[in-house]
């Protein structure tokens, strides 16, 4: 009940984006006419990204496995464009800057952190627990995606939300682990006492 609960408020949140971009002009321009590239074979409003991306693709292409070095994307979007200063695609920076064995190492790390809220979700013995761990995996889910076309990670108004959440559901899978775990305590003389929880 709840996936159908959530693909039903999909439809409906993409019905209603679709319905707004086509008939509210303003939102119209801010997507479709402002740069109008060609993009997948439709022309499409990038706001500038698809120079950014240019940019950044020919600087990878001339380090691809190592990068050039933290905050290279950055330094090099400004020196092309002085009033911009990220390349609106946080995977583009990191292929630029750490290479392709830094962003593999990033992006091994989100998706074993998103299997493991998975796991949690699943296993979780109370609804509190459980909305915790949900909320951890959106929250991954939601960074991952927007890092295709902003600059979230260096965001810090996105990064520590995020942080505290996951944070707070591998702390709670310990807790609770933790307290499942027989405690040895000693007697006066020595003698080691097992008490398993009940």
């Known amino acids: 009940r709840e996936l159908?609960?959530?693909?039903?408020?999909?439809?409906?949140?993409?019905?209603?984006?679709?319905?707004?971009?086509?008939?509210?002009?303003?939102l119209r321009n801010r997507f479709m006419e402002n740069d109008n590239e060609a993009v997948g074979g439709f022309v499409i409003g990038t706001t500038g990204r698809s120079k950014m991306w240019e940019i950044t693709w020919s600087s990878i292409k001339e380090?691809?496995?190592?990068?050039?070095?933290?905050?290279?994307?950055?330094?090099?979007?400004?020196?092309h464009i002085p009033l911009l200063t990220h390349p609106h695609n946080d995977y583009l920076r990191l292929w630029n800057d750490v290479g392709v064995i830094g962003m593999g190492l990033w992006v091994s790390a989100v998706l074993l952190l998103m299997r493991g809220a998975v796991r949690r979700w699943r296993t979780a013995a109370t609804a509190a627990d459980r909305a915790?761990?949900?909320?951890?995996?959106?929250?991954?889910?939601?960074?991952?995606?927007?890092?295709?076309?902003?600059?979230?990670?260096?965001?810090?108004?996105?990064?520590?939300?995020?942080?505290v959440i996951v944070g707070t559901s591998l702390g709670r899978a310990y807790a609770s682990n933790a307290s499942e775990r027989p405690t040895v305590q000693r007697n006066p003389i020595g003698q080691a006492l097992v008490k398993v929880p009940s």
């Open 132 to 163: 915790i761990h949900q909320a951890a995996l959106l929250c991954l889910i939601g960074l991952s995606l927007n890092a295709f076309t902003s600059n979230s990670l260096v965001y810090i108004f996105v990064a520590v939300p995020v942080a």
């Open 4 to 26: 159908i609960r959530v693909v039903a408020l999909a439809g409906v949140m993409s019905y209603a984006a679709v319905w707004l971009i086509t008939e509210f002009q303003p």
């Open 63 to 79: 380090s691809p496995w190592l990068g050039h070095g933290v905050g290279d994307a950055q330094q090099l979007i400004t020196d």
